[in-house]
């Protein structure tokens, strides 16, 4: 049984944008803190961003800025916008709730 379904990647040239959507079962989503990971090639996965059940969020220094994410608890539904997007931000992207994940979904982006 899916219980993390993400979608939005795609091919974008640097400077682009793209939104990044994770839909999750309801009984995962409810009160759970998000989080969306990505993994480039021959690296290890890293955390992007967090969202706690009341909207918090935190972001690393390397996305700051440049990312946003967010949740609609009626949809449960997380959301990763991302700005200004350079080619070192080509990976795959998971959502998480911290027991459960998604499948991934891939954003590259040409120079």
Aim: charged residues 15%; hydrophobic residues 30%; aromatic residues 10%.
């Amino acid at each position: 049984q899916v219980q993390l379904v993400e979608s939005g990647g795609g091919l974008v040239q640097a400077g682009g944008s793209l939104r990044l959507s994770c839909r999750a079962s309801a009984d995962i989503f409810s009160g759970a803190t998000m989080r969306w990971y990505r993994e480039a090639p021959g690296s290890q996965r890293e955390l992007v961003a967090t969202i706690t059940p009341s909207g918090g969020t935190y972001y690393p220094v390397s996305v700051k800025g440049r990312f946003t994410m967010s949740r609609d608890n009626a949809r449960s539904t997380v959301y990763l916008q991302m700005y200004s997007l350079k080619p070192e931000d080509t990976a795959v992207y998971y959502c998480s709730s911290g027991t459960d994940w998604g499948q991934g979904t891939r954003v590259t982006v040409s120079s």
